[in-house]
């Protein structure tokens, strides 16, 4: 004969020996109950709004019935309600166990349907407080193709014919057991069948604890079950009364504390309805919380039940890419980049980059892209100070009459915080570092060559190398070359030949391979190991009035596009080219009155990417950029510069890119996908004004004030405007 792990003791009945009491209090209010594993969820639960309830699995109560007419149980009970003694399909509860057991599983308050807690199927086997073996593997083999889960809070200390619960198993039921309440060192039967080949990990054995999480009193241990045993609170738990409708009672006993973990995994089972009785034991194992010994123990098995953690992901998150090679979550970065960085954060405004990936047990959760996609470019003081230090205020020295040597120093302190007004002050105590050096050395009377690094081509090139040298060295940003921005810290190796009089040709070669110490060096920010190669023309005709010239650039990029650093769920199969030209050209009406301007056009042809990421194809863009700039000379003192410039940066003027997102998760746990496009033209245009005055001093020193600003930045057009003003001193040595 069998007992139940709790006895009643109710109204004089007599407890039956190794048997847990069943107190009765006062009559007890409901107050929003819903489950006691649901209620152990708490804040965790309602986090989980984005995993989708897609089933609602029933849960076999193996017991002494249910009192079916309990408001707890108010559309909670699966149709099928069994007894074993004559299949009446009353299974009434005359002992009050049963009916405690079932709502710590699934009782609610609310009366409508909650897809959130699971069906119950009461199976009565108990006469009284006994069952038979050939009553219990009745009830098994009945709820065999009715419930998923199986809750067994019974307790015997002999083996049972262990026929039925093979059966059960070979039928792919979870089947959750009460350790038994002896205060033994093993778990009594039939939870120590958890322990055997046959059970393949799909029964758990179940301990109590108490309200400090230590094991209770009478309590059985988790022993030679260990791998296969789980602790949940058993001590006054708030329970249903089987002879009151609306009253409540605390138990227990591990009867009490295997409800609870039946329950969580009806949980995981709403959710994930693919997922085995393997998995969800495993998922409830490695998500416990670690108690007494480290590691799994004899006293506590894997430890106390955590359903919050079974809820969550396991292990790295995974996105299954096209061919079901999977990628970790957060491999899916786009870091910078002058186009799909900024409209992929468009996107994901619209939620468009809503994606699903997998756990370690295959389990769907859902995350948003966006959160891979780095920030909006905003402007920092590093751009504000720094830049003008490093490029437009570059020292200019003449070492010897057929040498000029461009450098910029860089006192940038790596160990302070980037961005605030302390790192500026900072410049003047750090280290100072030679963090550009371009250098230009004649062959002849007609020819040179010119080197640099860490991006100093814009010196050589375009309108950077013909700024009027008879006023303060300033030159604004709408005069640099765009297309260079796709080229951070580049080496350049160019040569010049002069065709004629005024008449220049310069041709060499851009590259950012070997950069990487530079780079760590100088900018540690930088974690990229990718790597740019441009090859660049430029004809330019100087005269009397000015000069006029094309910068023919072809460049081809490496693990980048645009200039955007992707994680490998963004990689692409071909290494990306895009042609561009720009046009420039300086007019000086009167030594006082100069206009500067440029305009880049450029064109990337279309990637049918066919490795493994969430691109799928990104259409031909074709881009453009300009700038224009009006210089003022000798306006209030002699070689003094007051200019106005204005540009755009680099800005798709066509293209899409495709992605191929993983969606969403079916009921058989197969990933299905989302094909999205993405418009790489944005809706907006940024547009960079620049109101700039330079003062020369003694010594050559200067002194400049600057304004700027910046609409619609990175071509939002839902975007604040930015307005930046500084002071800028600079003086040789």
């Given at each position: 004969?069998?007992?139940?792990?709790d006895?009643v003791s109710i109204?004089?009945?007599r407890?039956?020996?190794?048997t847990e009491r069943l107190?009765?209090?006062?009559r007890v209010?409901?107050?929003?109950?819903?489950?006691?594993?649901?209620c152990?969820l708490?804040?965790?639960l309602?986090?989980?709004?984005?995993?989708p309830?897609?089933a609602q699995p029933?849960?076999a109560?193996?017991?002494?019935?249910?009192n079916l007419?309990?408001?707890?149980f108010?559309?909670?009970?699966a149709?099928?309600?069994?007894e074993?003694?004559?299949?009446?399909?009353?299974a009434?509860?005359v002992?009050?166990?049963g009916t405690?057991?079932?709502?710590?599983?699934?009782?609610?308050?609310?009366?409508?349907?909650?897809?959130?807690?699971?069906?119950l199927?009461?199976?009565?086997v108990?006469d009284?407080?006994?069952a038979t073996?050939?009553?219990?593997?009745?009830g098994l083999?009945?709820?065999i193709?009715?419930?998923?889960i199986?809750?067994l809070?019974l307790?015997?200390t002999?083996?049972?014919d262990?026929?039925?619960?093979?059966d059960?198993v070979?039928?792919?039921?979870?089947?959750?057991?009460?350790a038994g309440?002896?205060?033994?060192?093993n778990?009594?039967?039939?939870?120590?069948?958890?322990?055997?080949?046959w059970?393949?990990?799909?029964m758990?054995?179940?301990?109590a604890?108490?309200?400090g999480?230590?094991?209770?009193a009478?309590s059985?241990?988790?022993?030679d079950?260990?791998y296969h045993?789980?602790?949940?609170?058993?001590?006054?738990?708030?329970?249903?009364?089987?002879f009151?409708?609306?009253?409540?009672?605390a138990?227990?006993?591990?009867s009490?504390?295997?409800?609870?973990v039946?329950?969580?995994a009806g949980?995981?089972?709403?959710?994930?309805p693919y997922?085995s009785?393997?998995?969800?034991?495993?998922?409830l194992f490695v998500?416990a919380?670690?108690?007494?010994?480290?590691?799994?123990d004899?006293v506590?098995?894997?430890?106390?039940l955590?359903p919050?953690?079974a809820l969550?992901p396991?292990?790295?998150?995974?996105l299954?890419?096209?061919?079901?090679?999977?990628?970790?979550?957060?491999?899916?970065?786009?870091?910078?980049g002058l186009?799909a960085?900024?409209?992929?954060?468009?996107?994901a405004a619209r939620?468009?980059?809503?994606?699903?990936?997998?756990?370690?047990f295959?389990?769907?959760?859902y995350?948003?892209l966006?959160g891979?996609?780095a920030p909006a470019?905003?402007t920092?003081?590093e751009?504000?100070?720094g830049?003008?230090?490093r490029l437009?205020?570059?020292?200019?020295?003449?070492?010897g009459p057929?040498?000029?040597l461009?450098?910029a120093i860089?006192?940038?302190?790596p160990?302070?915080p980037r961005?605030?007004?302390?790192?500026?002050e900072a410049?003047?105590?750090?280290?100072?570092?030679?963090a550009?050096?371009?250098?230009v050395?004649s062959?002849?009377?007609?020819?040179e060559?010119?080197?640099?690094?860490?991006g100093?081509a814009?010196?050589y090139l375009?309108l950077?190398a013909?700024d009027?040298q008879?006023?303060?060295p300033t030159?604004?940003?709408?005069?640099?070359?765009?297309m260079?921005a796709?080229?951070?810290?580049?080496?350049?190796?160019l040569?010049?030949h002069?065709?004629?009089e005024?008449l220049?040709?310069k041709?060499?070669?851009?590259?950012?391979?070997?950069a990487?110490?530079?780079q760590?060096?100088?900018a540690?920010?930088r974690?990229?190991?990718?790597?740019t190669?441009?090859?660049?023309l430029?004809?330019a005709k100087h005269?009397?009035?000015?000069?006029?010239?094309v910068?023919?650039?072809?460049?081809?990029?490496n693990?980048?596009?645009?200039?955007?650093?992707?994680?490998?769920a963004y990689?692409l199969?071909i290494?990306?080219?895009t042609?561009?030209?720009?046009?420039?050209?300086?007019?000086?009406?009167?030594?006082?009155w100069?206009i500067?301007g440029q305009y880049?056009?450029?064109?990337?042809?279309?990637v049918?990417?066919?490795t493994?990421?969430?691109?799928a194809?990104?259409?031909?863009v074709?881009s453009e950029a300009f700038?224009?700039e009006?210089?003022?000379l000798?306006?209030?003192?002699r070689?003094?510069?007051?200019?106005l410039?204005?540009?755009?940066?680099?800005?798709?003027m066509?293209?899409?890119?495709?992605l191929?997102i993983?969606d969403?998760?079916d009921?058989?746990g197969?990933?299905?996908?989302r094909?999205?496009p993405?418009?790489?033209?944005p809706?907006?245009r940024?547009?960079?004004?620049?109101f700039?005055?330079?003062?020369?001093?003694r010594?050559?020193?200067?002194?400049?004030?600057?304004m700027?600003?910046r609409?619609?930045?990175?071509?939002?057009?839902?975007?604040r405007?930015?307005?930046i003003?500084?002071m800028?001193?600079?003086?040789p040595?």
């Amino acid at each position: 004969m069998n007992q139940c792990s709790d006895a009643v003791s109710i109204a004089g009945r007599r407890a039956a020996r190794d048997t847990e009491r069943l107190h009765r209090p006062a009559r007890v209010p409901v107050t929003g109950r819903l489950g006691l594993a649901a209620c152990m969820l708490g804040i965790a639960l309602l986090a989980l709004v984005n995993e989708p309830v897609k089933a609602q699995p029933v849960i076999a109560v193996i017991d002494s019935g249910a009192n079916l007419n309990h408001r707890d149980f108010a559309n909670r009970i699966a149709r099928g309600a069994y007894e074993v003694f004559g299949a009446s399909g009353n299974a009434a509860d005359v002992t009050g166990h049963g009916t405690a057991v079932a709502s710590i599983i699934a009782a609610q308050k609310d009366p409508n349907p909650n897809p959130i807690v699971p069906l119950l199927l009461p199976i009565r086997v108990f006469d009284g407080l006994y069952a038979t073996d050939r009553n219990i593997a009745a009830g098994l083999r009945y709820s065999i193709g009715r419930a998923r889960i199986v809750n067994l809070s019974l307790a015997a200390t002999a083996p049972l014919d262990s026929t039925a619960f093979k059966d059960s198993v070979a039928a792919g039921q979870l089947i959750v057991v009460a350790a038994g309440n002896n205060s033994h060192a093993n778990p009594s039967w039939p939870a120590r069948f958890a322990k055997e080949d046959w059970s393949r990990g799909r029964m758990i054995a179940v301990g109590a604890v108490d309200a400090g999480n230590v094991i209770a009193a009478f309590s059985n241990r988790a022993g030679d079950t260990k791998y296969h045993f789980l602790v949940a609170p058993g001590v006054n738990v708030q329970a249903a009364s089987a002879f009151d409708a609306n009253s409540h009672i605390a138990i227990s006993g591990t009867s009490a504390a295997a409800p609870i973990v039946a329950g969580t995994a009806g949980l995981i089972l709403a959710r994930w309805p693919y997922l085995s009785a393997l998995q969800v034991a495993g998922i409830l194992f490695v998500t416990a919380t670690d108690l007494g010994a480290p590691g799994v123990d004899e006293v506590y098995g894997w430890g106390l039940l955590n359903p919050a953690r079974a809820l969550q992901p396991v292990g790295q998150p995974e996105l299954q890419l096209r061919s079901g090679v999977l990628a970790l979550l957060r491999s899916a970065t786009l870091e910078g980049g002058l186009i799909a960085g900024a409209q992929l954060r468009v996107a994901a405004a619209r939620g468009e980059l809503r994606s699903v990936a997998l756990d370690s047990f295959g389990r769907g959760f859902y995350f948003d892209l966006a959160g891979g996609i780095a920030p909006a470019r905003r402007t920092t003081s590093e751009q504000i100070f720094g830049a003008p230090d490093r490029l437009y205020g570059m020292a200019r020295t003449n070492p010897g009459p057929e040498t000029v040597l461009h450098y910029a120093i860089d006192t940038t302190n790596p160990q302070l915080p980037r961005g605030g007004m302390f790192e500026y002050e900072a410049r003047f105590r750090a280290p100072a570092n030679i963090a550009n050096l371009a250098l230009v050395q004649s062959l002849g009377p007609r020819s040179e060559w010119a080197a640099g690094t860490m991006g100093m081509a814009g010196s050589y090139l375009g309108l950077g190398a013909i700024d009027r040298q008879d006023t303060a060295p300033t030159r604004s940003t709408a005069l640099s070359l765009p297309m260079l921005a796709m080229l951070p810290a580049h080496h350049h190796l160019l040569m010049g030949h002069a065709i004629d009089e005024g008449l220049k040709v310069k041709f060499g070669v851009l590259s950012t391979t070997g950069a990487s110490a530079l780079q760590e060096q100088f900018a540690p920010a930088r974690r990229s190991q990718s790597s740019t190669n441009a090859a660049v023309l430029e004809v330019a005709k100087h005269g009397a009035l000015g000069s006029v010239g094309v910068t023919a650039q072809r460049i081809q990029e490496n693990d980048t596009y645009f200039g955007a650093i992707a994680g490998d769920a963004y990689r692409l199969s071909i290494d990306p080219i895009t042609s561009a030209a720009t046009v420039f050209g300086r007019l000086d009406f009167t030594r006082a009155w100069s206009i500067a301007g440029q305009y880049t056009i450029g064109s990337t042809p279309a990637v049918n990417n066919t490795t493994e990421s969430l691109i799928a194809r990104i259409s031909a863009v074709r881009s453009e950029a300009f700038g224009i700039e009006l210089v003022r000379l000798h306006s209030l003192v002699r070689n003094d510069r007051l200019s106005l410039a204005l540009s755009q940066p680099l800005r798709a003027m066509s293209g899409e890119m495709t992605l191929d997102i993983p969606d969403t998760i079916d009921d058989t746990g197969a990933v299905v996908r989302r094909i999205q496009p993405v418009s790489l033209k944005p809706a907006g245009r940024e547009r960079l004004t620049e109101f700039t005055y330079t003062r020369l001093l003694r010594n050559a020193a200067s002194l400049s004030w600057t304004m700027i600003h910046r609409a619609e930045p990175n071509h939002d057009a839902g975007a604040r405007s930015e307005r930046i003003a500084f002071m800028r001193y600079a003086t040789p040595f």
